[in-house]
Nanobody, 118 residues
């Protein structure tokens, strides 16, 4: 499984961005996909998850109501719509896919930088 994230950039507080993650490879083995972020000097944290078959979602409390995770199976793409951005949302954002076909295995895309100016 290969993941390619894009869509980061510089935006003013209150603005919006949409991140995309193109997924290729053994897609049938993926159970859950998500977005994580890591700010300078901080640990990587979960932002949002989406079930590959159920479509059920889960969000970190800090982004609930502002961010929306979605996927387009026809395009093999995962999205993160980010609205009402705050300076504290500044971080590298990483897309993630989890397969449990032969025990848990995590796949990561390269990070895309989101910078929110005040």
């Amino acid at each position: 499984v290969q993941l390619q994230a894009s869509g980061g950039g510089l935006v003013q507080a209150g603005g919006s961005l949409r991140l995309s993650c193109a997924v290729s490879g053994s897609l049938f083995s993926i159970n859950v996909m998500g977005w994580y972020r890591q700010a300078p000097g901080k640990e990587r944290e979960l932002v949002a998850l989406i079930g590959s078959s159920s479509g059920g979602t889960n969000y970190a409390a800090s982004v609930k109501g502002r961010f929306t995770i979605s996927r387009d199976n026809t395009k093999n793409t995962l999205y993160l719509q980010m609205n009402s951005l705050k300076p504290e949302d500044t971080a590298f954002y990483y897309c993630n896919a989890v397969s449990v076909q032969f025990g848990r295995k995590d796949y990561w895309g390269q990070g895309t930088l989101v910078t929110v100016s005040s």
